[in-house]
């Protein structure tokens, strides 16, 4: 009876470790500037969280720049390169902006 019942609580652990690991899994973004005047970010809501974001910047007269609660990351205007960031998302409006192109490259961010 107790080695079926240490197998019971064994097995409990490892049920609820897998699923620990399972639903506290990074997510992923993807944004972009350039090469022409375009930002992009690939979802436009999503649920707040640890964020792996790859921001791919294809122009050396853009930037990309975020600002939300608890965020504020930017990349170099004259570099064209690939950043990886990690941020955590929490509730709230994340605004992406082009520094140098504000009025016309933005986009919005919504983590509900």
Do not use: Q
Not at 65 to 88: C, D, Q
Not at 91 to 101: A, K, L, S
């Amino acid at each position: 009876m107790r080695l079926l019942a240490s197998i019971t609580a064994a097995a409990t652990v490892a049920v609820l470790a897998i699923g620990g690991t399972s639903s506290a899994a990074v997510k992923r973004l993807t944004a972009t500037d350039g090469p022409g005047f375009t930002i992009t970010m690939s979802a436009k809501t999503v649920m707040p969280g640890r964020y792996v974001i790859t921001v791919r910047d294809r122009s050396a007269i853009h930037n990309f720049h975020l600002i939300g609660p608890g965020v504020n990351k930017a990349t170099s205007v004259a570099a064209v390169k690939t950043y990886v960031w990690t941020v955590t998302l929490k509730r709230g409006t994340y605004r992406f902006v082009c520094d140098p192109h504000a009025t016309i490259m933005k986009g919005v961010l919504r983590v509900t």
